[in-house]
Structures are given as structure tokens and as C-alpha cells.
């Protein structure tokens, strides 16, 4: 297993252990989540300060080249980790590729766009209340992190090879906190906000930098250079044909 993997199933204990707090939380100090009303932010204290830290921190490092300990998957867009082959690019299977793949990008998009729909409707309608909406963002977090280590429902619409390769690696922030732009606040808002503009970043790279997100033409992308190593119940079989090609 390598490095990243296993720091990305230490995270997924972290998260799963955050969501377990906020769960206990919710029972014992519901008055926690205070913060989460108005401009309360900036009123009171509360223990999920230090986890919008967090979030904020994770959200910084999408929009920011760093040069490692961050997967490739979620920084090719950046110049840093761009590998161009030696061969010349053929430009017009990289169009095609970028169009197919943006076309079952924007088919999860509506989809997530129903189940927040859905999340607004029952909210709205009293079923969940404040403090559900916040969990099913965290619920969410957890889910990000399965999604890349053990099994990715998006991959089935997607068809991408792994996580290195996948379109829309950077959009995990975006559909975990979308949920609580139906709460306002600044806490809700702002992390709604600074998701938004990762997201931003990375569909603007796809539309100036195409040659960064194809395997074809970014070879820090193939099998055969693969370091991370996230998601190999997915590449192990294809790694010793891509090193061979």
C-alpha cells in the first residue's frame, strides 16, 4: 500500500471519527450549532470553529500549486505536475476526449443538483432541521474519502479509469457543502463560497489547460508513473499494459 493510500485511510478514520462527534454533539450541546446562524461565526465559540479550520485548509490547498503530499488527481491542474509526452499531442482526440468526459461530468452535476433539491425540500418542509442539514455535509465528507478508497458510485456515469485520471476530482467540496447554502450564515456561506471557486479554478484549467487532465498527453497521468496509488482496485490490472505501451 502506498504512502498517500495510507494517509488517506488515516483521514478516513478522522472523518468518520468528526462525524461521530458532531452526532454526539448534536445530542448533548445542540446549542454548538449556533454558530451556524447569522453572523454568530463571530459571537460565540464553538467547536465546529475548528472544523470549518479545517475545511478552509482542505479548499486552500485545491487552489493552490503544491509541489507534494497532495495527490496528483486533485493538483494536475497546475503546471507543476504537468508531464507533457514525447510525442506530439493529438489535439483532436483531446477535444473529443474533453468533451465526452465533460458531458458525464455535467450529468453528476444535475444529479447532485436533485439530491440537494431534495435536501432543500425537506428541509424546508421541517423534516430536517438545521442541525441534520450540517450532518449530512459531514456525512458527506465521509462518503468523499469512500469514494476514492473503497468503491465511487460517480465512477459508473463517469467511466474514468481511477481517481488520478477523473474529471472531477476537485468537486468533491463543492457537493459536500452545497447542502448548507439552504442554512446562510456566514458559516455555511462562506465554505458554499470558497467551494465554488475551487470549483471555478479547476473548470477554468480544464477549459485553458485541456493537455493537463488527458492520460494521452499528461503522462504524469499513466499507470506506468503512477506514485499515489489512491485507488488500485481500480488500475492494478491495467498498470503493467499501460508501462508496456
Known sequence: MSETRKAY???LVGRCLILALCAVLSRLAPQAFDVLDGMNFFKT???LHLLWAIWVADLFWQIVPVKNKIPL???KLFANRFRPIREKINRQALKQYI????KAAYKVFLLWCGVVAALGALYGAGVIDKIGLFLVSVFFYVCDLICVLIWCPFRLIMKNRCCTTCRIFNWDHLMMFSPLVFL??????SLVALS????LVWELCVLLYPERFWDHS????QCSQCTDKLCTQYCRKLRPEDAAS
Not at 184 to 189: E, V
Not at 218 to 221: G, R, V
Open 184 to 189: 446562510g450564515g456566514f458559516f455555511a456561506l
Open 73 to 75: 488527481g486533485s493538483q
Open 99 to 102: 468533451v465526452t468526459t465533460t
Open 218 to 221: 499528461n503522462a504524469a497521468l
Open 196 to 199: 465554488v471557486a475551487a470549483w
Open 45 to 47: 465559540l464553538s467547536p
Open 9 to 11: 485511510f488515516v483521514r
